[in-house]
């Protein structure tokens, strides 16, 4: 029971207290560029769920129990981003086939996902983290990827009710959007503290 709790306490951690996108600045092209709608920006946030926890799972499987074990830490980048395109493209050719209006919509933010530092910067995390098993890593690998879709969905909420608000001229656009962005950045260090 208590693997049980410290799993709970790590998802929710990652998911609001550690939030790549508000604690780290983490993922933030996507974040600015993806949230203009909820429906986009739900989708890239399913899309980046899939692939980071996608990737956080094969990274510490190949980081733990192969490069460590023949010692090629030096490796360790390279694999990660090997796997992190290899899930981008497989999410890239679902997409594609079964939501083309969706597909045709995220134009170049879909194949950025295979730059999306969030991704990476989790993969590393696990190893500085010290995370000691596969089950930790696929749970804090999709808390993260949860936390990034709350995220952009938060700020594509936001955004939306934006457009009918009385924005002065000079504020319109990216401004109103960076300083949004840093307002819940701020909200969100509230959280700072409660669960490590």
Do not use: H
Request: aromatic share 12%; charged share 10%.
């Amino acid at each position: 029971m208590d693997t049980v709790n410290a799993l709970i306490l790590a998802f929710i951690s990652i998911v609001i207290v550690n939030n790549l996108v508000f604690t780290k600045f983490l993922g933030i092209c996507p974040y600015l560029g993806v949230s203009g709608r909820i429906d986009m920006a739900f989708g890239m946030g399913m899309a980046v769920t899939f692939v980071v926890t996608l990737s956080g799972t094969l990274t510490y499987m190949i980081n733990n129990w192969i490069l460590m074990r023949l010692g090629l830490d030096v490796a360790r980048y390279v694999c990660f981003i090997l796997v992190i395109a290899g899930a981008v493209q497989l999410v890239e050719m679902y997409i594609r086939k079964f939501f083309p209006s969706l597909y045709e919509s995220f134009g170049i933010f879909l194949p950025l996902i295979t730059t999306n530092c969030a991704i990476l910067g989790l993969c590393l995390f696990l190893d500085l983290w010290g995370v000691g098993s596969l089950l930790e890593a696929v749970v804090l690998s999709f808390g993260a990827g949860v936390g990034f879709t709350m995220a952009i969905c938060i700020m594509a909420g936001i955004r939306e009710n934006l457009k009918m608000a009385d924005v002065p001229e000079c504020l319109k656009g990216a401004p109103i959007t960076l300083i949004t962005a840093g307002l819940l950045a701020l909200a969100f260090m509230g959280f700072a503290g409660m669960i490590r």
